[in-house]
C-alpha cells in the first residue's frame, strides 16, 4: 500500500472537478482549464484515511469512515474540508474529502497527523463556533492519545479577544483560560468519537436557550454545572 507521500501532489483544485461532476459550473468558460475533470478523477488521486499508514491507527480508533484524503499543492488553497451537503456526488457516494495542503502555514509544525485531527476538529464543530471545534479537537487527541496541545489556529492571543471576546462563539465574553474549562467538561461526556457531535449539539441547544440568560462566564459555567445539560450522555 502507498502511504501518503506516495500519492501525487494535485495542482489543481478537487473542488472544481466535484462542481463539474454536480453540474453547475455549465456555464463556466473552461478553455483554460486542465485540472481535475470530474468526482472518479479526483478519487483516484485520493485514499480512504485508514488506508493511509501514517493515519491508519488514528482512523481505526476514532471510527472514522467514509473519509478521503487529498495531498494538494498550496497554490490550491489551505486545507479544508469538502463535506456531504457541499456536493450531492459525495452525498451520493457517501463520502467526504479533506484535501490537507503540503506546506499549510497554519499547521505545518503539527504534522500529517495533527493537520488531519485539526480538520476533523473543524468538520465535526465549526458550525456550532469555535468552542465547539476546540471540544471537537480535544476529544480527538484525548481518545487516540495524542498531544492535546492546542494549535494556533484554536490558541487566539489575548490582544485578539479584547478586539472580539465573543470570538469563542458563547453568548458571553470568555477567555481561551475559561474556554478551556468550559470545553473540558464537555469533552468528559464524549465517551466515542461517534458520539462527540452531538454531544456539542446538545450543548449549543442548551447555549441558544438559557446562554443569554447570564450575564458573564461564570454565571454561564455555574448555570451550566447545575443543569447539567449532559446529564442524559453518560459520563
Known sequence: MKSFYEIPVLTKDPAFGLLIEDQIPRYVDMDGYDGLRGMAEVLARSMPAREIAELSKLANNLDAGGIRVLRVNPSVGDSSVMEQGQFDCLSEAGLTLFAIANDDAGLTEQGLIKKFVCLLALYTGEAFG??????????????????????????????????????????????????????????????????????????????????????????????????????????
Not at 479577544?161 to 470568555?174: F, I, Q, R, S, T
Not at 477567555?175 to 474549562?181: F, I, R
Open 130 to 235: 469555535n468552542w465547539a471545534t476546540l471540544v471537537a479537537y480535544l476529544a480527538a487527541t484525548r481518545y487516540c492519545e495524542l498531544d492535546d496541545r492546542t494549535p494556533p489556529m484554536m490558541n487566539p492571543p489575548s490582544e485578539y479577544l479584547k478586539v472580539d471576546p465573543n470570538w469563542w462563539g458563547l453568548p458571553v465574553p470568555a477567555n481561551t483560560t475559561q474556554v478551556m474549562e468550559f470545553a473540558g467538561l464537555v469533552v468528559e461526556h464524549c465517551l466515542t468519537w461517534r458520539l462527540t457531535r452531538g454531544v456539542i449539539n446538545s450543548v449549543s441547544y442548551w447555549l441558544s436557550e438559557k446562554g443569554g440568560e447570564h450575564e458573564s462566564f461564570e454565571q454561564l459555567l455555574a448555570a451550566f454545572r447545575a443543569e447539567a445539560p449532559l446529564k442524559d450522555w453518560v459520563r
